[in-house]
């Protein structure tokens, strides 16, 4: 607390007011700082599985190792390459052919014609069995008809 300091008129008595202002400062500095703070942590935590979605400019995923397919054709059917599965039977098969190897690449190809739910539901299911790297597959836009 600061304190203004004054002479009486006679002999070397000091008397002591108290400063009735308030020292905003300190105050402005620590909300600056919290205010950076949230601003650089609020985008970081969303959640999701990153995925590539359909039609997009991005370039090709390079790899050195064969990726894992699983597709989904037109009618909601599930194959491992060309393999038919059941949904049931997709975990098993793919922890036997990767050999129980959560780091192999998985693409997840789906028919446009199917509804995302199905699509999604491939992919929670190949997620959920511990599967980190899977990513969707999807046509690549022709730059040519996006200039037209």
Avoid: C, H, W
């Amino acid at each position: 607390m600061a304190q203004i300091l004054s002479k009486s008129g006679r002999g070397s008595r000091i008397r002591s007011k108290p400063m009735s202002e308030i020292n905003v400062t300190p105050m402005v500095d620590v909300m600056l700082v919290l205010l950076v703070i949230f601003m650089v942590t609020a985008p970081l935590l969303t959640v999701g599985v990153t995925v590539d979605l359909p039609r997009t400019k991005a370039s090709t995923i390079a790899g050195d190792d064969e990726p894992l397919a699983v597709s989904i054709d037109n009618k909601g059917q599930v194959f491992i390459q060309d393999t038919q599965v059941e949904l049931a039977g997709l975990v098993p098969r793919l922890l036997a052919i990767t050999g129980n190897n959560p780091d192999v690449r998985i693409f997840v190809r789906g028919d446009k014609a199917i509804s995302y739910g199905r699509v999604m539901e491939v992919m929670g299911t190949v997620n959920a069995a511990g599967f980190r790297k899977v990513a969707l597959i999807t046509e690549r836009m022709n730059l040519q008809k996006l200039n037209n």
